[in-house]
């Protein structure tokens, strides 16, 4: 059995986010307008799906229980009626269908009968849900199999004999089916909720999750902790209205609460795979120690125990390699607090690194390191501007061979620039902002670099980031930035270049989100639409794709026709960008395998890669000659 099925076009299983069901059930009390308010509730919620039920009483009950309820049970005395004034029209289904799938949710019903079965089925359900009390039904699981949609079974109410029994003949059948433990009591107490035996469905290899009557969202939180990659919770606008589900439904703020904590939770599940956030390098920086001298050291002398101390920041080598460093010359002179770098026990020199380079490459360039980055020999010097640089900076002296290329700042004083930005004030002085680079690229070119011929690349990140929430309509931010760019197009000597964006950007030391130009059918769509060029970012599309389960080297191959410019680095996870490569999951070799046919400038961007005279530049440069050569 397979771990994961589709639900329409989401994934539902281990490793993908939370399939979240707000179960209307009955709980519109047979008023249609009412299971309309519900439904918004969910789409406000951020669920996934609504689920409501279908039944025929006369197919579920003996016509003289029906017709004479004095003359049986009090449970049924109290159901019945509450499941009579429920029921709606056939019509009322479909609308309510039409409905859900306009707001952008799955439309799901449990059938409570064959017929019903055959109704939902004109519908078009991606799926059905069995209700506990039908998990025991044969004839039902085996018209529900001949569907061949995948089922949602409950398994409330059940012994563990008749969960077997019910998976061997789904099985037999050779349905897709997911399984959830539940307690099927309304409310169901904390004590009989028995939440671990969820685990033991597990055993059954195919989706788990949880359908929570309980009060309150800790058990439903949980159970995402616990595996469950299915949440089922009642919902209803009152829990004191009549019915029999109200009492266990979640009211608006709750079900708000609920779906917040799982997509927090799942986020803080991560994977078995431990990696570092862009928070924690920021932090390994700035609090680590690196090995350094304890005292003045002359070159060639042992190093020993006595000569070393561990010193932030965490910019040379680990305090955790000191053994390996006993017994060598030290490799310079060095005084009182200088750290060790890797260059001192390697051969990275530039002269042995960019040898015989295969490709065109550069460095990222300041101007006070422009003219020790020159000597290595670059095609190209690309110079990241600050908005220090604007105000305050003189530019280099002197002149440079090969080409320049400049990259905007991304903020100005405190303020990020941002093109999409609704705030006028925001995009006009952004704009100004992007003129005043775009007139030092024009200068550096004319004053430093006479060999340039053509325009000046300008990497540009177009903006359209917020802080508090990701929007959700994108088009007025990319109407917007398509008049920002109309209102720069008549700027000369340049080529402006969009770079696609990371999901979560840190800025001003806290995480933002990227509204546009994350997914590449958006960015490749764009500069197809406008007929530009593109700055391509690894490390960007790295973590796009961790985040939404794609492979980078799709992601490279709908964007690769509009590449003129390389901006390579490691990622890991949803977050850690500009990484040196080997240090997170990108698969160095097979991308450089992809960009062999891309004509276009190779950029190691590798964070702090400029300390210790450009180290993580040398190694950076080492690893991606080892890739394409490989």
Not at 122 to 148: I, M, P, Q, W, Y
Not at 542 to 571: E, F, M, T, W
Request: charged share 25%.
């Amino acid at each position: 059995m397979s771990e994961t099925f589709f639900l329409g076009s989401r994934p539902v299983g281990p490793g993908h986010p939370v399939y979240f069901i707000a179960e209307i059930g009955i709980n519109h009390n047979g008023n249609p307008e009412m299971a309309r308010r519900l439904i918004n509730l969910a789409v406000e919620a951020g669920a996934d799906a609504v689920k409501f039920q279908k039944r025929i009483l006369g197919q579920q009950y003996q016509r003289e229980t029906l017709e004479n309820l004095e003359s049986t049970d009090k449970e049924l005395q109290f159901v019945i009626p509450f499941l009579v004034q429920a029921e709606l029209s056939d019509s009322d289904y479909r609308r309510l269908a039409e409905y859900t799938r306009a707001q952008g949710l799955e439309f799901l019903c449990t059938p409570w009968d064959e017929p019903s079965v055959d109704f939902l089925l004109s519908l078009d359900v991606a799926a059905f849900k069995v209700a506990s009390a039908d998990l025991t039904n044969d004839f039902l699981l085996e018209h529900l199999a001949t569907t061949g949609r995948p089922l949602i079974v409950s398994t409330g109410m059940s012994t563990w004999a008749e969960i077997k029994h019910a998976v061997a003949l789904l099985r037999e059948c050779g349905a897709s089916f997911a399984l959830l433990h539940c307690c099927s009591a309304y409310p169901a107490p904390f004590k009989d909720v028995n939440l671990r035996a969820m685990q033991r469905l597990l055993e059954f290899g195919v989706p788990v999750g949880y359908s929570g009557h309980e009060r309150g969202i800790a058990v439903s939180t949980a159970a995402v902790a616990l595996g469950a990659c299915i949440i089922e919770r009642h919902i209803t606008l009152d829990r004191t209205l009549p019915g029999p589900d109200h009492a266990a439904s979640l009211e608006p703020p709750g079900l708000f609460k609920q779906v917040r904590d799982i997509r927090a939770l799942e986020q803080a599940l991560g994977c078995v795979e431990d990696f570092l956030s862009r928070g924690e390098l920021l932090n390994r920086h700035a609090l680590r120690k690196s090995l350094a001298a304890r005292r003045n050291l002359r070159a060639g002398e042992v190093i020993t125990r006595d000569s070393l101390q561990a010193l932030g920041p965490g910019s040379g080598i680990s305090p955790q390699r000191y053994r390996e460093l006993l017994g060598k010359p030290v490799p310079r002179d060095m005084a009182a607090g200088d750290q060790f770098r890797e260059s001192d026990f390697t051969d990275l020199t530039p002269a042995v690194v960019v040898r015989d380079f295969p490709r065109p490459w550069g460095c990222v360039a300041r101007y006070r390191d422009c003219a020790r980055l020159a000597t290595w020999g670059p095609d190209l010097l690309e110079f990241h501007l600050t908005d220090y640089d604007l105000d305050h900076a003189a530019p280099p002296e002197g002149q440079f061979p090969g080409r320049v290329a400049l990259h905007v700042p991304e903020y100005y004083q405190g303020m990020l620039l941002d093109l999409c930005s609704p705030d006028q004030t925001v995009r006009q002085e952004s704009l100004q902002i992007v003129r005043r680079s775009l007139a030092v690229a024009r200068a550096l070119r004319e004053r430093c670099f006479p060999a340039h011929e053509g325009p000046v690349p300008v990497v540009l990140h177009p903006g359209g980031m917020s802080f508090e929430e990701p929007q959700g309509d994108t088009s007025a931010l990319l109407a917007t930035l398509r008049a920002s760019l109309d209102e720069l197009a008549a700027e000369p000597g340049v080529e402006i270049l969009l770079e696609n964006l990371a999901p979560f950007p840190w800025y001003f030391g806290g995480q933002w989100y990227h509204n546009i130009f994350v997914a590449p059918e958006e960015v490749a769509g764009f500069a197809r639409e406008r007929g530009c060029r593109l700055c391509f970012d690894l490390s960007h599309a790295q973590l796009y794709c961790n985040l939404a389960g794609r492979d980078v080297l799709d992601y490279l191959r709908l964007v690769k026709p509009y590449i003129a410019h390389l901006h390579l680095a490691d990622s890991s996870g949803t977050d850690a960008e500009a990484l040196q490569f080997g240090e997170g999951m990108t698969d160095l070799p097979a991308v450089m395998r992809e960009l062999a046919d891309v004509e276009a400038p190779i950029i190691p961007e590798i964070w702090m890669g400029h300390l210790n005279e450009g180290e993580g530049f040398l190694v950076a440069l080492m690893r991606l000659k080892e890739a394409i050569e490989a």
